[in-house]
């Protein structure tokens, strides 16, 4: 009887627990070629533009034929992620603070996404679970050891701060494509949009919105990296208070 091994199949392939076939004459395809073509039409097209018959397309070959190194698109987009997520920055050292390993794991992590933002439109549908992914996990939790915080709660902060990191470049590639589709710069998107607010927000029924608008707030963008370090400066002050917190009250506790 066969075992059935644990791992699902899309799996199986970015962790090398698939066997390649090692007789024969050598394939002019290989799931590597197949993957970073399929990479490069992402990061030129985005992820809607990914599809088994355009890589094929891309490869002068068939459909059918790419089928001999990946299974499905669910197993290559997964080999996609894996190849885009390159290695996380050097784990925390020894000396070095828990807010610094933080934030340059969040700067690597936000310049991951800047460099591909296609992945931020594929669907989440698991954990992740690819060798790389797993990775940048580690590397992030290892950033908050001597915090004084439970593993559940280190798992959890990560996830906020990246969470944080995920909308901001969401956000920020959005603008990039629409600016795009509407044949502008982003800077002028911005200053259009700075113009209609002043015409249609009144102090009398936005009290507040007016006062940011007659500020200037809304004039011109903010350099993407001093704004995404304002607002990951801030989610760290809140972990910071908490673990000072914690360690007020495990200090209290008898």
């Known amino acids: 009887m066969t075992e059935t091994s644990p791992v699902p199949s899309a799996l199986q392939a970015a962790w090398g627990l698939r066997e390649r076939p090692t007789k024969g ?3 002019t395809l290989s799931a590597d070629r197949i993957v970073a073509t399929a990479v490069d039409i992402a ?30 698109k669910d197993e290559l987009v997964l080999l996609m992620m894996e190849a885009a997520a390159g290695e996380p ?20 992590m936000f310049a991951l996404y800047r460099e591909h933002p296609w992945i931020l439109q594929v669907p989440v549908a698991a954990p992740p679970a690819t060798p790389r992914q797993l990775a940048w996990m580690e590397t992030g939790l290892c950033a908050l050891t001597e915090t004084g915080l439970t593993e559940a ?13 995920r909308y901001d470049a969401l956000t920020r590639g959005q603008m990039v494509d629409a600016a795009r589709a509407s044949g502008q710069s982003v800077e002028a998107v911005i200053t259009e949009f700075g113009g209609l607010m002043r015409h249609l927000v009144q102090a009398e029924r936005f009290p507040m919105l007016r006062q940011a608008i007659d500020a200037g707030a809304m004039d011109q963008p903010e350099d993407p990296a001093s704004d995404f370090t304002f607002g990951l400066a801030r989610i760290l002050d809140g972990i910071a208070a908490f673990i000072e917190t914690r360690a007020q009250r495990d200090a209290a506790t008898p």
Not at 153 to 165: A, C, D, P, R, T
């Open 25 to 27: 004459p050598k394939p």
């Open 43 to 72: 990061r030129a097209e985005g992820y809607p533009a990914v599809s088994m018959p355009r890589v094929a397309g891309e490869l002068s070959t068939s459909a059918m034929a790419l089928y001999r190194h990946v299974a499905n």
């Open 89 to 108: 920055p050097a784990p925390k050292a020894p000396g070095e603070t828990w807010r610094a390993a933080v934030e340059r794991w969040a700067h690597g």
């Open 153 to 165: 709660e280190k798992l959890s902060l990560l996830m906020l701060v990246n969470g944080y990191i």
